[in-house]
C-alpha cells in the first residue's frame, strides 16, 4: 500500500522539487525575466493572461483532437492492413518508416499553400505526426500473434479473420493504448508547430507573438499549459488502459 502511495504521489513531488530549484535558481543568481523567467513570473502571467491563454489553448486543444482522432481510424486501419498479411507488412512497412523520418513541420508550408492558413495545416500536422506509433504497435500486436496459438485456433475451426478479429485485436490492445499516450504528445507537438508559423490563433500563435514582444514569462506560460494538457490526455488513455486491459497489467496488481 506504502509502495502505490510512493508511485501515485512521485510524479507531483518531483514536479515540485523542479519548481522549487528552478525558483530558488532564478532568485539566488537574479535571472533576468527576458531571458530564463522564474516559476512565480510564469504564474503571474498565467493570472494576467489567464482569458487570453484559455482561449489560446481551447483551440489548440480540440485543432489537435480533430487532427488525433484521424490519426486513431488511419493508424489502426493501416495496422490492421500491415500487421493482418505478411506481404503487406514487407511492402507498406519500409515506406511508412521512410515517410515517418521526414520533418513535419516541413509539410507545414505545402499544407499552408493547399489548404490556406487556419485550422487545417494544424490538424492535419497532427494527424501527420501522430499516426504512426498508433500503425506500427497495431501492425506489431497482429504480427507477433504466436504461430502455435493460430495453427491451435485454426485445428479448432478458428478462419483468419476470426484469428484476427477476436484474438489478435484483443491481444495489441495493450499496444494501442501505449501507442495511444505517444502519439498524443506529438499530436500537440505537431498542433503547435503548425499554429506558430500558419495560424492567428492557438498556443503556437502565443507563442510567436509573446516571443516577438520579449513576454518571456507569457510564452513559458503558454509551454506549460501544453504541457499540461498533453499530460492531462496521457493520463486519462493510462486511466482507461488499465479499466480495459487489467489482464495485461495482473503480474503488478498484487504489487
Not at 482507461?240 to 498484487?254: D, I, L
Amino acid at each position: 500500500m506504502h509502495k502505490k502511495t510512493a508511485e501515485r504521489w512521485s510524479p507531483w513531488i518531483l514536479l515540485v522539487a523542479i519548481v522549487l530549484l528552478w525558483q530558488i535558481v532564478c532568485s539566488a543568481f537574479n535571472v533576468s525575466e527576458f531571458i530564463f523567467p522564474s516559476p512565480w513570473a510564469i504564474g503571474v502571467q498565467l493570472v494576467e493572461f489567464g482569458d487570453v491563454i484559455a482561449g489560446h489553448a481551447w483551440r489548440t486543444f480540440w485543432v489537435t483532437m480533430a487532427g488525433f482522432g484521424i490519426a486513431i481510424v488511419v493508424g489502426v486501419l493501416l495496422g490492421f492492413l500491415i500487421g493482418s498479411s505478411r506481404l503487406a507488412y514487407a511492402a507498406v512497412y519500409p515506406l511508412m518508416t521512410a515517410f515517418n523520418a521526414l520533418p513535419k513541420a516541413a509539410f507545414v508550408p505545402i499544407l499552408v499553400v493547399w489548404f490556406g492558413i487556419g485550422v487545417g495545416p494544424a490538424i492535419l500536422t497532427a494527424f501527420l505526426i501522430s499516426f504512426f506509433p498508433i500503425m506500427v504497435n497495431i501492425a506489431t500486436g497482429l504480427a507477433t500473434l504466436e504461430p502455435e496459438l493460430e495453427d491451435v485456433l485454426r485445428v479448432l475451426g478458428a478462419k483468419r479473420w476470426d484469428v484476427l478479429t477476436k484474438v489478435g485485436l484483443p491481444r495489441s490492445m495493450p499496444y494501442f493504448y501505449g501507442s495511444l499516450k505517444v502519439a498524443i504528445t506529438l499530436a500537440f507537438v505537431g498542433t503547435t508547430v503548425s499554429e506558430m508559423t500558419a495560424a492567428n490563433e492557438g498556443i503556437g500563435y502565443l507563442l510567436i507573438s509573446a516571443g516577438s514582444s520579449m513576454q518571456m514569462g507569457l510564452a513559458f506560460a503558454g509551454l506549460m499549459v501544453v504541457g499540461a494538457m498533453a499530460m492531462a490526455m496521457y493520463e486519462l488513455f493510462s486511466w482507461v488502459e488499465k479499466r480495459t486491459t487489467g489482464w495485461a497489467h495482473r503480474g503488478s496488481q498484487g504489487e
